[in-house]
Every structure is written in C-alpha cells, then in structure tokens.
C-alpha cells in the first residue's frame, strides 16, 4: 500500500515564506507522479492550485509555486498572507492510481 | 460556467448500499476524467476512483475494489458513485472531481469539485 506523507503541521509569520513537501514510499517523486497540490479552508470543498508539479490554474495566486525538491514534491509559499491558513494536500499519480497526502495544516501566526 | 451539481445528503443503515450523484454542465462531458473523494470527519482525503466519461471504464482504490462501483448516463451528463456494505467507518463527505488531461507535455489537472454529499453511516 503506497503511503504519502505529508508535514503534519507548519506555522509561518505573515509576509514570510514557507515550504511544504510531499514524499513518496515508493521512493523519489518525480514529474511522473504528476503532484497536484490542493487547498482546503473548514466547510469548504478542496480548490486545485498547483497541477503536474509546476503549473497554475487561473485563479492560483502568484504567491504560490510548485517543484521537485530533494526527492520530494514541494509547495512554496512566498508572502505569505493571514488568508493562506489551510490545510493543504498533495495527490500523486501512480499509473492510473491516485493517493492523497495526509495533509499539512499551515498556521500563519 | 462549469458545474459539479451532486445529490443531497443521505443517512443509511449499516449493510446498505449508498448511490451519490454528480450532474455535470457546460463543457464537454467526454474530454475529462470524474474522480471521486471522500473525506471522514476530521479527517483527510481520500481517492476512491476514477471514471472515464466516454468508455465508461474505471480505476478503484485497492481498498474499495468490490465495494465501489462508479457509473455514468451521458444522456444526461451524470456520474455515479456507490459504495456497498456501509459501515460507521463510510460516514465522510464524497466529492465528485473533474481531471483534465493535457498533451506535449503529458499535464494531469485537477480543476472544478462539486460541493459534496455528506453521507452518515450511524454505528
């Protein structure tokens, strides 16, 4: 059973910049695994920012990037503003097969 | 615009089967994947499956295999979801999920979600 694992939990400062990452069990992520990264605020359903590791959507804030970082995939957050606390999950491709990450809960303090 | 309309809320007994809708409009049915997630309360994600709209074919989750079965009547642009032999456990919000496809570079996005159905499985 393939596992994807998530930062549990991550508090950033208004205005600075935070990291979160996605891993694999199977071994490194690649652009093959076609990371989606998603935001979910409390009674709402997910919206879609990040898709196939780097691209946006058209509603995606510019604040927000998507990458491969040390075998992981990465969501960056730059300027980050009071409106970014959610919580985020990545989803990774394995052959027609999807899997969520558990999920990262991102407070801006 | 695109929209993602599923059904209301249901509440089952344990055993039962639950069948959620997912009524779709303004694009082309057949050119997008349908996925289907469910989220537990206080819970995280999960992906149960996917349907493609014109063959009909799908890809379960391991752990539902024999329990899901997702469908579509393209007549009226509708996707469908059961889940069999509800538990407790089963009680989540599913979400209807559209996933486009994208070519030169291969491109898997996840754009428009329907607003849930909340389905409660009472132990």
């Known amino acids: 059973q393939t596992v994807v694992t998530q930062e549990p939990s991550l508090t950033v400062s208004p205005g600075g910049t935070v990291i979160l990452t996605c891993a694999s069990s199977?071994?490194?992520?690649?652009?093959?695994?076609?990371p989606n990264w998603f935001q979910q605020k409390p009674g709402q359903p997910p919206r879609t920012l990040i898709y196939?590791?780097?691209n946006k959507h058209s509603w995606t804030p510019a604040r927000y990037s998507g990458s491969l970082l040390g075998g992981k995939a990465a969501l960056t957050l730059s300027g980050v503003q009071p409106e970014d606390e959610a919580k985020y999950y990545c989803?990774?491709?394995?052959?027609?097969?999807?899997?969520f990450g558990g999920g990262t809960k991102l407070t801006v303090l | 615009q695109v929209q993602l309309v599923q059904s209301e809320a249901e509440v089952k007994t344990p055993g039962a089967s639950v069948k959620v809708s997912c009524k779709t409009s303004?694009?082309?049915?057949?050119?997008?994947?349908m996925h289907w997630v469910r989220q537990a309360p206080g819970q995280g994600l999960e992906w149960l499956g996917r349907?493609?709209?014109?063959?009909?074919?799908?890809v379960y989750a391991q752990k539902f295999q024999g329990r899901v079965t997702m469908t579509r009547d393209t007549s009226t642009r509708t996707v469908y979801m059961d889940l069999s032999s509800l538990r407790s456990e089963d009680t989540a919000i599913y979400y209807c999920?559209?996933?486009?496809?994208?070519?030169?570079?291969?491109?898997?996005?996840?754009?428009?979600w329907g607003q849930g159905t909340l389905v409660t499985v009472p132990s």
């Open positions: 199977t071994g490194a992520v690649t652009s093959g695994h076609h």
């Open positions: 303004a694009y082309v049915f057949s050119d997008y994947y």
């Open positions: 196939s590791t780097s």
């Open positions: 989803l990774l491709y394995y052959d027609g097969v999807r899997v």
């Open positions: 999920a559209r996933e486009g496809v994208g070519e030169n570079p291969k491109r898997y996005f996840f754009d428009y």
């Open positions: 349907l493609t709209p014109d063959s009909g074919a799908t």
